[in-house]
Every structure is written in C-alpha cells, then in structure tokens.
C-alpha cells in the first residue's frame, strides 16, 4: 500500500472530506495539519505544486486542490460513484458545492477581519441566503428522489461527504434555518455522519467552526 499524507491546516474547511474518505476506507494516512499562526505555513507555502493546501502526497508525488485529490482518492477506494452517469452527478454536486463556497467564503473572509455585525448581517442576506436558496434546492432534490438516503445512487460517496461536512459548518454558523427549516439536508447530515466507518473519528476529531 503507498504511504499517504493529507497537508492542510487545523480545521475541517477543504480537507475534511479526504480525511473522511479515508475513514470510510480504513486506509491509513499522515493527517499533517500545518500551523498557520506561526511562519510554518510562510515557509512551505513556496513548496507546494500551486501555493496552496490540501496537497495529498502519495509515496513522493504530490497532487493539489481539494476536488482532484477527493476524487482521485474516491475512485481509489470506490466512492465516486458506481456508473459514469453516477460519477458524472457527484462531480456536479461537487462543482455546485464549490460555486456556493465561493460566496460563503465571503462571510468567512468578513468574519475573521472583524467585520460589524451589521456587516455580517447585510451579507449573509444579500450574497449568503441566495446562494443558499439555490444550493439547497438542488440538494433537497436529489434527497427527496433518493431511496438510499445518500445523495447519488444506492450507497455513500465524496459527494456526501462533502455536503454533510458543509452542512454541518452552515450549522455551526447558525445558517442552517435561515432558507426555512432543512429536515432532509439535516437527516442526510446525521446518516452520514453516524456511518459505522466515521461515527468514531468524527466523535474524536477536533471541532472547529469551520
Ligand atoms: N481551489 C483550491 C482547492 O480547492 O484546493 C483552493 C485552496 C485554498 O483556497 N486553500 C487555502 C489556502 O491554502 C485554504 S482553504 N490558503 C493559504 C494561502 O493561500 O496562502
């Protein structure tokens, strides 16, 4: 089996699907969390194929940004779907997660420069709770046709993955009811999460709000 290391800093954010697809696996990893509070971050920065984390280091080849290693690791360990029609649909819910990131990246950004919370306010209505509005919707959709319960076909894949770990930072930053209450999206949250191959790990990972 090659040896793996999974670089990204101390929180959940862009890596934390990986970290859980190799729960899932049972496929052991170096899961490196590198400090960015002192010139740790400054000094590897430089290093990495495009200047930034997660980067996946298989034995001594390195791949970067976060949907490239997930997938690559998915297919590995086979959880990106059992069709090309199903891997088409977990890419597209990827790719929509990365579009509403794109916006709730924003309130993160606000929040950690001490934006007011008249600010914050003004944001999440205006850029958050649309993006949230046209996400959820896709999401309650593929939930509401799933007889799984899982997001794309009849088992698990990264796409739930990266959607129950969202969902749960949306919780964390009070977001979750803002587009009206979100049965399906916080059952799907709590099937993921109670996966006999997670349950644990998420029981003892360090929480973070994001
Ligand atoms: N598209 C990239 C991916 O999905 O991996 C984005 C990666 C990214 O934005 N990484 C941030 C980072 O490395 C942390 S979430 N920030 C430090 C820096 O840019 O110096």
Same mark, same amino acid.
């Given at each position: 089996m090659p040896s793996y290391k999974l670089s990204y800093f101390?929180?959940? &954010?862009?890596?934390e699907s990986a970290r859980l697809l190799f729960h899932l696996a049972g496929v052991p990893f170096e899961d490196e969390r590198v400090n960015f509070l002192d010139d740790t971050w400054e000094k590897m920065k430089g290093k990495t194929p495009m200047g930034q984390l997660p980067v996946l280091t298989v034995d001594d080849f390195e791949i970067p940004q976060s949907a490239a290693i997930n997938r690559y690791l998915a297919r590995k360990f086979g959880f990106?779907?059992?069709t090309p029609e199903e891997e088409a649909w977990v890419d597209a819910v990827v790719d929509q997660f990365k579009d509403f990131f794109a916006e709730f990246r924003k309130l993160v950004i606000a929040k950690r420069v001490g934006k007011s919370a008249e600010e914050l306010e003004k944001l999440t209505a205006e850029v958050i709770k649309p993006a949230m509005d046209v996400y959820f919707k896709v999401l309650n959709g593929l939930l509401e046709k799933s007889k799984s319960g899982?997001?794309? &076909?009849?088992s698990i894949t990264f796409a739930d993955l990266y959607i129950a770990d969202n969902i749960q930072t949306l919780k964390k930053y009070g977001l979750? %009811?803002?587009? &009206? %209450?979100q049965p399906k999206l916080a059952a799907h949250l709590e099937k993921v999460y109670s996966h006999p191959n997670l349950k644990s790990y998420i029981a003892s990972r360090p929480v973070t709000e994001i």
């Open positions: 101390p929180v959940r &954010g862009l890596a990106a779907g059992k899982y997001l794309i &076909g009849d979750l %009811e803002a587009s &009206g %209450e």
